[in-house]
């Protein structure tokens, strides 16, 4: 049997060492510059240029940091600016995270020359690295931790459902798929309330300065009429009240989702999930993909043909 050493077995040499560990780890959380960052590249047919959408930024450190600019490296030689914080600097405090979204945009440019970077923003061979400048000078960010989604399993699997509650706002107050109409009271203080009036409302007291009635929730301009009285008599506590249609509201903003009423989620067993589906959702992914090579064989088809008829012509526009 191997003795153990007597300043082993020492528990004040062993807190003594456990304490080193941490106050090494506190120095090394102060030390230096530690962010992470990752970014989203998006086409649109909104422009012609693939471009960054979204970045996501993490200081891991327990130490702030000033950003003066974010760029995004493309290979040895390209760098394309993602944000500019020079007016401005983003400061990052302590293990915190900064999250912005970006819309498409018109063009890139590097000395009044139009740039193409479409080829290297999509070459997955082609190295890319997000950098910011800082007060230390250039910094790597490091690569985060993969986030997990379920879009990967919905690509894998098309029976595979993500389901994303849709909720309608005005003016920052949220209502549910029942409510009919919303009365927006402005006070004598000037804030503005808001009351959420549902079809059976005039069966039960909702409200305590008033009582509504069946006649009154049948129209918009019934409920506006119903409210104009109770703002004559002095029921209400407000300059004035407006009702607005959800009704109307929903029609704007929600036509374009499925008019035919819910569908039910799926419940496939084990063999209809790992087998069924996934052999029809491989089989989508080769057709899907054999449309595409032939629509790319047909587009190259009328460009060499279009090159041909401008070549043709140029020829017959040449003098002898």
């Known amino acids: 049997m191997i003795p153990i050493p007597l300043w082993l077995s020492d528990p004040k040499f062993l807190i003594g060492l456990f304490g080193l560990y941490l106050g090494f780890q506190r120095f090394r959380a102060k030390k230096g510059i530690e962010v992470s960052g990752e970014y989203t590249i998006t086409g649109?047919?909104?422009c012609q240029d693939w471009y960054i959408s979204r970045v996501d930024l993490e200081n891991q450190k327990d130490r702030a940091v000033t950003i003066y600019a974010l760029y995004l490296k493309l290979g040895r030689a390209c760098y394309v600016t993602i944000r500019d914080f020079s007016d401005q600097p983003l400061v990052l405090k302590a293990f915190e995270s900064y999250s912005e979204e970006y819309g498409p945009l018109e063009f890139y440019m590097s000395n009044s020359n139009r740039l193409s970077i479409d080829s290297a923003l999509k070459d997955d061979k082609i190295e890319k690295s997000m950098y910011i400048s800082t007060a230390s000078g250039k910094c790597k960010l490091k690569n985060p931790a993969k986030r997990w989604s379920p879009l990967t399993e919905a690509s894998r699997n098309?029976?595979?459902?993500i389901a994303h509650p849709v909720r309608g706002f005005y003016k920052g107050k949220s209502f549910g798929?029942?409510?009919?109409?919303?009365?927006?009271?402005v006070r004598e203080e000037g804030e503005n309330c808001f009351l959420v009036v549902h079809s059976y409302d005039y069966k039960i007291v909702q409200f305590k300065d008033f009582q509504l009635t069946q006649d009154s929730l049948q129209s918009t301009?019934?409920?506006q009429q119903f409210l104009d009285n109770l703002l004559e008599d002095g029921a209400i506590d407000a300059k004035s009240a407006v009702a607005h249609s959800l009704d109307i509201w929903r029609k704007e903003n929600l036509n374009f989702y499925h008019?035919?009423?819910?569908i039910d989620v799926p419940t496939p067993n084990?063999?209809?999930?790992f087998v069924v589906d996934r052999f029809r959702t491989l089989r989508a992914i080769r057709r899907t993909a054999r449309s595409i090579r032939k629509q790319t064989q047909e587009i190259k088809k009328q460009k060499l043909q279009q090159t041909s008829i401008s070549t043709l012509k140029s020829e017959e526009i040449e003098p002898d």
Do not use: N, Q
């Open 270 to 273: 084990w063999f209809e999930f």
């Open 177 to 185: 798929s029942e409510a009919k109409y919303l009365i927006e009271l």
């Open 158 to 161: 098309s029976c595979t459902v």
């Open 221 to 223: 301009e019934k409920l």
């Open 44 to 46: 649109s047919r909104a």
């Open 259 to 262: 008019p035919y009423g819910r």
